[in-house]
């Protein structure tokens, strides 16, 4: 089967901007955004589009994100902005992307944006059951996730680290993003 697909292309991040791509098949488009007072003055802004299933009412923000590397405070700044538009949201979100919150994948514990957003428990990290590095780097941690917000907590959702095998990275299988 073919589908059609629209997309929303973000212009922050110069060559590395963020994009999201829908079904449009399947979803109607009711509203887009490019959040621009969260992406901490230099970052990409968050993309998000309200989307509405064609087959029933089911009506939800997606969102993707690429928080701030090498800038502890701003990545903050971007996780505490996350989670208050998390909230004040009245319909489900799911947001994914590359938060870069370094969570360790044998002990769960990730750096300090990883805390800020989940405060209050409005993101629910969408927790894989088997946790890999998400990057083929020397953090050998996780930076990609999902998360809903609580309007969206009573879906039932899993996510999977897809796992790339390559004999030319340490112990054969990783994920890079």
């Known amino acids: 089967d073919s589908a059609n697909f629209e997309f929303l292309l973000g212009t922050t991040g110069g060559n590395g901007r963020l994009l999201l791509v829908w079904n449009s098949d399947r979803f109607e488009a009711l509203q887009e955004a490019e959040l621009m007072d969260l992406r901490a003055q230099t970052g990409r802004a968050p993309l998000a589009v309200k989307l509405r299933e064609r087959n029933t009412t089911n009506t939800f923000w997606f969102m993707v994100n690429h928080l701030h590397r090498g800038n502890e405070s701003k990545r ?97 299988e990783k994920s890079d993003h």
């Open 76 to 172: 903050n700044e971007q996780a505490t902005g996350l989670r208050q538009w998390f909230v004040d949201q009245s319909i489900p979100v799911v947001a994914c992307g590359d938060y870069n919150m370094d969570v360790e994948p044998s002990t769960g514990a990730g750096n300090e944006a990883f805390d800020i957003i989940r405060q209050g428990n409005h993101a629910r990290w969408i927790e894989p059951q088997i946790k890999i590095p998400t990057q083929a780097s020397s953090h050998q941690s996780i930076l990609d996730f999902f998360f809903v917000n609580d309007d969206a907590s009573n879906w039932q959702m899993t996510s999977t680290i897809i796992r790339i095998p390559s004999e030319f990275l340490p112990e054969n």
